[in-house]
């Protein structure tokens, strides 16, 4: 069975970091991208940040500047390190896969992750 699972998701305040991980089971993630995608309270999913098989990655302008994605081929999974977090990061936050590059069409990502919470308050 091909997985993903978020982990790292909780309460913290504006201004504050918080680092998401991206764990794939049942498949190797080296042939892949992986994106971050967002939900908020009464909001669309939205991607956020992807880097795709060969390393190159992405962000979205609402992140860029304090949120960083990584990847780890050998622990097989993905990082998403979190600063200077504001409260309209509030959200749940998905991890996601598709085959080799990154994509802006969501039905391109074949494996999803249950998510996450993330919430921002003080």
């Known amino acids: 069975q091909s997985q993903l699972v978020e982990s790292g998701g909780g309460l913290v305040q504006p201004g504050g970091s918080l680092r998401l991980s991206c764990e794939a089971s049942?498949?190797?993630?080296?042939?892949?991208?992986v994106a971050w995608f967002r939900q908020g309270p009464g909001q669309e999913r939205v991607q956020i940040s992807c880097?795709?098989?060969?390393?190159?990655?992405n962000y979205a302008d609402s992140v860029k500047g304090r949120f960083t994605i990584s990847r780890d081929n050998a622990k097989n999974m993905v990082g998403l390190q979190m600063n200077n977090v504001k409260p309209e990061d509030t959200a749940i936050y998905f991890c996601?896969?598709?085959?080799?590059?990154?994509?802006?069409?969501?039905?391109?990502?074949?494996?999803w992750g249950r998510g996450t919470q993330v919430t921002v308050s003080s």
């Open positions: 996601a896969a598709a085959f080799v590059r990154c994509s802006d069409y969501y039905f391109a990502f074949e494996t």
């Open positions: 880097i795709n098989s060969g390393g190159i990655m």
């Open positions: 049942g498949f190797s993630l080296v042939n892949y991208a």
